[in-house]
């Protein structure tokens, strides 16, 4: 042989090697460290990493094809090994299964907190300036006193989304939808065709929620708006993972387009008094801009690029997990003719005709309602709820030990569709199976009066009753961040929630063109381990106003 093709025959043989025989290599052995770390007696162990390929890359390549599918694998195919770790780029996540370890990790509300993953949002996702990033950082660690003015905190301030100042956030919101839907000219006899009924009301609760949090001047001054938020959003987790731009240019460009837009509404809400106003509230006297920019003005450096990047994050926190299980609360009434039909007289008896408006807090407070609302959120919810620590090795147990410098990742679906531990935490939640939708599973029964059981035995769909509890399911029900002092934006979906159940039963009247079509579009589980879960396709839907003492003929 002559020597360049010695050279060749070379070459060839080691990218051979390096293409196949090394990678085959590497995964045989870490496959075998995994089993072996996975079967070890010995105690604090830090959780094995799912067999890989190449070093280095680790599980970046398949993550980046798509996280949620690409985490619905591996737990398929480890799943009972967990808890285990996979490398996503510079991310080492453990993903945690166990019901007794995710209790304990939320538990630990100091110790393991999703503060890092702020932090990392608003770095990667809100693009947030370096010197915000510190000055956030500094409160994380608490080398920073966060004052009891709650105005530089991480996420929206509990206190402008409970008690009082959420009722009115929901009386504002309940007026701007009907106001708005009111305009579209729906007709009393005549039924109006929605061709896709998912995006007509997506883009309609979201407006409507939008106006609401943060006044109508910045729609009228950004249409876009609502279309870029959700652009943004369903990349968000490519941002959090440092995907670069040419991956995912739409979602860049339109995560500057909203930071440049929210920028000039904070430049010019400061010369009008109603843009001022971060979250609105009804009665105007509660405006967390204004305790939030006073905190700013004590660090000057933080200029508006800080506060468009703050004002995008709250919007994300508010919005993503609010419009998805709203639109699912429709589809779930509207699927099952005795629901809806509760609902609708229930709620209808929480209505004043004085005030020509509803008693939120007493629909909000009905156990059906309450307990739909957590059904769409265990089954038509998929999140990843992530912690990390902030002081140190966490200990799941004996055995298994979370080091400082790795994230906990759980998945709400995964904990939400495990039969055997609902059934050891409430044996009732499983009377009907973890896939299905139903609506009562979060009640606990009264005795069944006469004609419950009159309905029983004649085999009519009749809507159980009774008192609405979550007592022992915190661990198993995480879709909203889990923990219930850290998901915030949880009842703030709640209400708008019930007020667009309340508009939409009792002022409308709504039924799916083609019923058999909308069981077709229902999403299967498991296939994702999280992410936004929608229907598989386009959903008619008929409407007409409804003509009741609720409404008034205009
Ligand atoms: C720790 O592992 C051992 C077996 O290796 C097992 O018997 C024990 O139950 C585990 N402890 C916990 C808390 O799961
Ligand atoms: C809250 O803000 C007010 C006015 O901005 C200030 O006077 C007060 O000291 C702050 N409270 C705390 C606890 O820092
Ligand atoms: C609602 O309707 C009003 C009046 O027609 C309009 O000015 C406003 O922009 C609409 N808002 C939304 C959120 O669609």
């Known amino acids: 042989m002559f020597p360049s093709e010695l050279l060749t025959a070379n070459a060839i043989s080691a990218a051979l090697f390096l293409f196949t025989v090394f990678p085959v290599l590497v995964y045989y052995i870490t496959t075998t460290l995994f089993y072996?770390?996975?079967?070890?007696?010995?105690?604090?162990?830090?959780?094995?990493?799912?067999?890989?390929?190449?070093?280095?890359?680790?599980?970046?390549?398949?993550?980046a094809s798509g996280p949620p599918a690409y985490f619905a694998k591996v737990l398929k195919q480890y799943g009972s090994s967990a808890p285990f770790v996979v490398k996503a780029g510079s991310i080492s996540l453990v993903v945690v299964r166990d019901a007794k370890h995710a209790q304990k990790i939320l538990?630990?509300?100091?110790?393991?907190?999703?503060?890092?993953?702020?932090?990392?949002?608003?770095?990667?996702?809100?693009?947030?300036?370096?010197?915000?990033?510190?000055?956030?950082?500094?409160?994380?660690?608490?080398?920073?006193?966060?004052?009891?003015?709650?105005?530089?905190?991480?996420?929206?301030?509990?206190?402008y989304l409970t008690g009082p100042s959420l009722s009115s956030i929901s009386d504002v919101y309940l007026a701007t939808f009907r106001r708005n839907l009111s305009n579209k000219m729906f007709q009393f006899k005549t039924w109006t065709e929605i061709e896709d009924m998912w995006s007509f009301f997506h883009n309609e609760i979201s407006k409507a929620v939008m106006e609401t949090l943060f006044g109508p001047a910045v729609m009228k001054q950004y249409p876009r708006l609502v279309r870029d938020f959700w652009e943004f959003d369903s990349n968000f987790d490519g941002f959090i993972l440092g995907y670069p731009q040419f991956m995912m240019s739409s979602a860049y460009t339109a995560r500057d387009r909203l930071l440049g837009n929210l920028?000039?509404?904070?430049?010019?809400?400061?010369?009008?008094?109603?843009?001022?106003?971060?979250?609105?509230?009804?009665?105007?006297?509660?405006?967390?801009?204004?305790?939030?920019?006073?905190?700013?003005?004590?660090?000057?450096?933080?200029?508006?690029?800080?506060?468009?990047?703050?004002?995008?994050?709250?919007?994300?926190?508010?919005?993503?997990?609010?419009?998805?299980?709203?639109?699912?609360?429709?589809v779930e009434a509207l699927r099952r003719p005795a629901l809806l039909k509760r609902l609708t007289v229930d709620i209808s008896h929480q209505f004043d005709a004085r005030s020509e408006t509803y008693n939120m807090a007493a629909v909000g407070a009905m156990p059906l309602v309450q307990s739909l609302h957590a059904e769409v959120g265990r089954l038509r919810m998929a999140a990843r709820v992530v912690r990390r620590s902030e002081e140190g090795d966490f200990k799941l147990d004996e055995n298994w030990t979370i080091p400082s410098n790795m994230w906990a990742v759980m998945f709400s679906h995964d904990l939400a569709l495990n039969t055997k531990l609902w059934a050891k935490a409430r044996p009732r939640t499983i009377e009907k199976p973890l896939e299905e939708f139903w609506a009562e599973r979060f009640l606990i029964p009264e005795k069944p009066n006469q004609y419950q059981r009159y309905a029983k035995k004649q085999e009519t769909d009749t809507v159980g009753t009774g008192r609405f509890s979550m007592e022992g399911l915190d661990a198993l029900h995480i879709p909203f961040e889990g923990g219930l002092k850290l998901g915030t934006s949880r009842y703030f979906a709640e209400a708008v929630q019930a007020a667009t159940l309340a508009i939409l039963l009792t002022e409308y009247e709504l039924e799916f063109s083609e019923p058999e079509d909308v069981e077709q579009a229902l999403p299967p589980v498991r296939e994702i381990a999280y992410g936004s879960i929608k229907p598989l396709h386009k959903i008619r839907l008929r409407i007409r106003k409804r003509e009741s003492p609720n409404t008034k003929r205009s």
């Open 36 to 63: 072996r770390k996975t079967n070890s007696k010995l105690l604090s162990k830090i959780p094995p990493t799912v067999p890989y390929w190449v070093p280095g890359l680790f599980h970046g390549l398949s993550v």
């Open 263 to 330: 920028w000039d509404w904070l430049l010019a809400a400061k010369e009008s008094k109603e843009g001022l106003e971060f979250i609105r509230t009804g009665d105007g006297d509660l405006a967390p801009t204004d305790d939030r920019d006073s905190v700013f003005v004590k660090f000057p450096y933080l200029d508006g690029q800080a506060r468009a990047a703050k004002a995008l994050g709250n919007m994300q926190e508010l919005n993503s997990n609010t419009i998805p299980p709203t639109l699912w609360s429709i």
């Open 107 to 159: 538990q630990a509300s100091a110790h393991m907190t999703p503060k890092a993953l702020q932090v990392r949002a608003l770095d990667k996702a809100m693009d947030a300036p370096i010197e915000a990033l510190l000055l956030y950082d500094m409160i994380r660690t608490g080398s920073l006193e966060d004052d009891h003015n709650h105005s530089a905190r991480l996420v929206v301030p509990h206190k």
